[in-house]
């Protein structure tokens, strides 16, 4: 092998191996980003651990809101129709929540229920503009 082999060879390898971190950078970058929830059903069956911190998703159960008179402590179930998860969140809650519509809450799963720090609602696809 030539100076000149020699020299393209470690180019090639040098190239490759920018190539190989800036693309291991993306996919970590894009991992970082990605907000993945899971249903009360899974919650149920996995008991996560207390401290690790999840995003459940499902429907607020009608009839199941109850808040308390003096403070902005909420409770309510959460359902995916197949299990039901009691959720207690302390907080303004979003202006479109209401009992059967869809939210992620994110928090703490203790003693069999949801610790919420956060609680997003979710809303459909179509806009209406004010009438």
């Given amino acids: 092998m030539n100076h000149r082999q020699k020299r393209r060879l470690w180019l090639g390898l040098g190239a ?24 009360p059903s899974e919650i ?12 459940v998703g499902g429907l607020v159960l009608k009839g199941s809101v109850h808040t ?3 403070g902005l402590t ?4 959460l359902s995916d129709l197949h299990a039901t998860l009691p959720v207690t969140y302390t907080g303004l809650l979003p202006a479109l929540f ?8 994110e928090g703490h799963y203790v003693n069999g229920a949801l610790a919420a720090t956060e609680v997003l609602a979710k809303h459909d696809e179509n806009y209406h503009p004010p009438q």
């Fill in 16 to 39: 490759l191996t920018v190539v190989g971190v800036a693309t291991g950078l993306v996919f970590y970058a894009l991992g970082e980003n990605i907000n993945v929830y899971y249903t």
């Fill in 44 to 55: 149920v069956r996995a008991h996560p651990l207390a401290h690790q911190t999840v995003r």
């Fill in 68 to 70: 308390k008179p003096h």
């Fill in 74 to 77: 909420v409770s309510f179930m």
């Fill in 98 to 105: 209401r009992e059967g519509q869809g939210i992620v809450a």
